[in-house]
């Protein structure tokens, strides 16, 4: 007789029956909360679209200036952040401003988040600013134009702010980042500390295998069709456009990733999804002239980092006008402004070090591994380090002499000494680099810029025949009716309003979805059918991310192949012997100027006293240190505190005398520190004071200074305290004591 079958031999067979029916009605639950989440994010949009000026700045801001009014009118506008609660604005601290990118998205990326370049400032008390914009340009508005308005606004608040210890700090974000180095290399003077976060400033640069995306103008035949959209919008550039070629960067994450993530965790993602998408989803215009001065002249052209672009008077837009500290702040992990992007203007504006000293540039950058474009300027946690450490460093990077440094932020030791003398949860290094370094992370390829330089010169061809040839009957077909048609028809503008309440269709949406939250059943993690819908997902990603690998390949491929064809380089006038990208050329202005102020200072190098002397010693013990950390700088901030001497002082005179004696240290070190006796006086205890002090400093991190620096202490303490054998210091004094003197 057959034996019944046990419950253990039956369960696996019903349980796939019941795994099905949860599942099923899991799904079709996600599916109407899913496209209530689109239904949400679409009245978003049609509401935004309403707004005079729709934004995502968090923080609570008050109108100063307003861009419409000035001179040459453009659609920023500059607004003061209120201060963080309990943390009023000290108004001897430098002002920090954060100048929103304007790179097709909508405004208030720049402050999105609390954890946020401003929230980071505005814990440290430092007054804020935020220079933002409205969705619609002034017609006629150009770069230019908008340069101008920016030195105004920083202008503006450096008189709000005459009592601060400094200059305003800049920070330029992606597109920010290299309008503001164009405001400062013709407005100099205004500018304290510039920080540019994902700011790309070299179009051409890249690595072969990665970075696909500077090859787009070129197999798109130039700018031609940026003229074409301008023409087609009626004067008006759709930042949309700019929209989707971010999204074609990752055609995996924009077409299944992020849109099966809230499909699969609609629970929990919705919130996230509809913050994201009420700024990404928000396409701004531009005008159609300054969109097309912006391709030729940077994306397709390269033109800043060589110095060939000028103002409508002559004045040429050249960088190492730039006397500000730099600080470059990009990633890795960032497809739209990789590492060489954001670096590779250094090499082509200095070929050796000296250069960059003789510019009397001090460059900064700090490398992240892994973090993407976004997230290095609205990541909490990119907020909470690197850019918490950068916003404290200010100061400590303003006193660096010129030269190549890169900024490391490490974990803290536990063996580490000194720690009071340490601000925040990590340990802030600044390390000596060199234009070889430079050229090691961008991997410059000289038959590359041959190719981009023949792209650069058939795109100047084809925008002329398009204008010649095309534009009339363009124009002659195109009003504001046909412009604002295809705006609403843009596949980045469509699919946020088809899903609003304005469709019919998904009028029932929200009573369902608010049905569906009542009795919200999930399915179980270990589902035959969830596991399976995951792995099956994992495999359309998968799939997606080899087509857009496989997309990549062709494109570069392709751009090498059609322009480094030796035809199309010789009908772009390259095969020529010495012909190719162009280096700025030397500016002898600049150069004169520089021999006749190295001229004065060789005259007044016995001049200056105490404070003078005690800068220059320090200079030159400090110029045979490669690496210094944060703990350095706080010693001598807190001496300078104490410090009858340098308390007193103003510091914009101290940070010139600084820079006076670093460079007289370059330019006659022997001279200079043969006069140090001469300039203390005949008292000896003033010599003995700053020995004393020096080596306490640098006892701080013993062996920081090597045989040079130890060569050079035991110099100055002969030169300036001749009376004494031996010195006063010990390797176990405490950071307290390192700031006596």
């Known amino acids: 007789m057959p034996q019944p079958l046990s419950s253990d031999i039956l369960a696996p067979w019903l349980q796939v029956p019941r795994d099905w029916a949860e599942y099923c009605y899991d799904a079709c639950q996600r599916s109407i909360l899913v496209l209530d989440v689109l239904r949400q994010r679409g009245n978003t949009y049609s509401e935004r679209k309403r707004e005079t000026t729709p934004h995502v700045l968090t923080f609570d801001w008050t109108l100063v200036t307003d861009g419409r009014t000035l001179p040459r009118p453009v659609n920023y506008f500059l607004v003061e952040i209120a201060p963080a609660p309990g943390v009023p604005s000290n108004e001897e601290k430098r002002p920090f401003i954060v100048v929103d990118p304007r790179a097709g998205h909508g405004p208030g ?32 508005q150009t770069v230019e134009d908008v340069c101008a308005a920016e030195a105004h606004f920083i202008a503006t ?18 597109q920010a980042g290299w309008q503001i180095m164009m405001t400062a290399a013709v407005r100099p003077e205004l500018f304290g500390p510039i920080m540019l976060a994902g700011s790309p400033l070299s179009y051409w640069a890249g690595v072969r295998g990665m970075n696909p995306m500077r090859y787009s103008g070129g197999l798109l035949g130039g700018t031609w069709m940026t003229a074409l959209a301008g023409d087609m919008g009626n004067g008006i550039f759709d930042g949309a456009h700019l929209v989707a070629n971010f999204e ?23 919130s996230r999804f509809l913050d994201f998408e009420k700024w990404w989803g928000n396409p701004v215009l531009l005008a159609a002239q300054e969109m097309q001065s912006i391709a030729d002249n940077l994306f397709v052209g390269n033109r800043l980092s060589r110095g060939d672009i000028q103002a409508t008077d002559g004045t040429r837009v050249d960088l190492r006008n730039i006397q500000s500290p730099i600080i470059v702040f990009c990633s890795w992990g960032d497809d739209i402004t990789p590492p060489p992007q954001a670096l590779q203007w250094i090499i082509d504006l200095h070929e050796t070090d000296a250069d960059v000293v003789q510019a009397d540039q001090t460059i ?89 330089e023949a792209a650069a010169r058939l795109s100047d061809i084809n925008l002329a025949m398009y204008r010649e040839f095309v534009r009339p009957a363009i124009r002659a077909v195109t009003n504001e009716r046909t412009a604002e048609l295809s705006r609403d028809l843009h596949p980045n503008r469509l699919r946020f309003g088809m899903f609003s309440d304005e469709n019919p269709m998904m009028k029932s949406v929200s009573g369902l979805a608010e049905q569906v939250r009542k009795d919200r059943r999930e399915a179980s993690a270990d589902n035959v059918f969830i596991v399976g819908e995951h792995k099956a997902a994992d495999m359309v990603e998968g799939a997606l991310q080899s087509f857009g690998q496989a997309m990549d390949r062709w494109k570069e491929a392709t751009f090498l192949t059609t322009y480094g064809n030796p035809v199309v380089q010789t009908l772009a006038g390259l095969r020529a012997e010495g012909s190719g990208p162009s280096r700025p050329e030397r500016d002898l202005s600049r150069a004169a100027l520089a021999t006749l102020k190295d001229q004065e200072l060789r005259r007044r190098i016995g001049e200056g006293g105490a404070l003078a002397a005690a800068l220059r010693a320090l200079c030159w013990v400090a110029s045979a240190v490669d690496q210094a950390d944060e703990r350095l700088f706080h010693a001598v901030l807190r001496g300078a505190r104490t410090s009858a001497l340098l308390k007193e002082t103003a510091p914009d005179t101290l940070r010139e005398v600084l820079r006076d004696q670093q460079r007289l240290i370059r330019i006659a070190p022997e001279e ?56 006063s210091s010990s390797n176990d004094q405490s950071g307290k004591e390192a700031t006596d003197g």
């Not at 991190?701 to 009376?723: N, T, Y």
């Open 157 to 174: 608040v450096a008189a709000r702010h005459r009592q601060a210890r400094g200059k305003p700090a800049v920070i330029g974000n992606c």
């Open 248 to 270: 074609s960067l990752n055609p995996a994450n924009t077409y299944w990733t992020k849109p099966y993530n809230l499909y699969s965790n609609v629970d929990t993602e919705a």
């Open 109 to 140: 990326i720049g402050g999105m988040k609390h954890d946020s370049e401003i929230g980071k400032a505005l814990e440290e008390g430092h007054p804020c600013y935020f220079i933002g914009f409205s969705p619609n340009p002034v017609e006629g």
């Open 364 to 452: 900064v950058y700090c490398l992240h591994q892994t973090i993407g474009h976004l997230g290095i300027f609205v990541s909490g946690k990119v907020a909470t380090k690197e850019h918490d450490e950068l916003t404290d460093a200010m100061e400590f990077i303003e006193l660096l002499g010129p030269g190549i440094y890169e900024a490391v932020i490490s974990n803290l030791d536990d063996d580490l000494t000194h720690r009071d003398l340490i601000e925040g949860n990590y340990l802030f290094t600044i390390e000596r680099r060199s234009v070889a370094d430079i050229r090691a992370i961008c991997q410059q390829n000289p038959e590359d810029d041959r190719r981009f």
């Open 672 to 727: 200079a520190i043969a006069a140090l006796p001469a300039m203390i006086g005949a008292d000896p205890g003033v010599g003995e004071r700053i020995c004393a002090g020096i080596e306490r400093l640098f006892a701080l991190e013993p062996g920081i200074l090597g045989p040079l620096g130890e060569e050079r202490l035991a110099r100055l303490r002969a030169l300036l305290v001749p009376q004494s054998g031996s010195t």
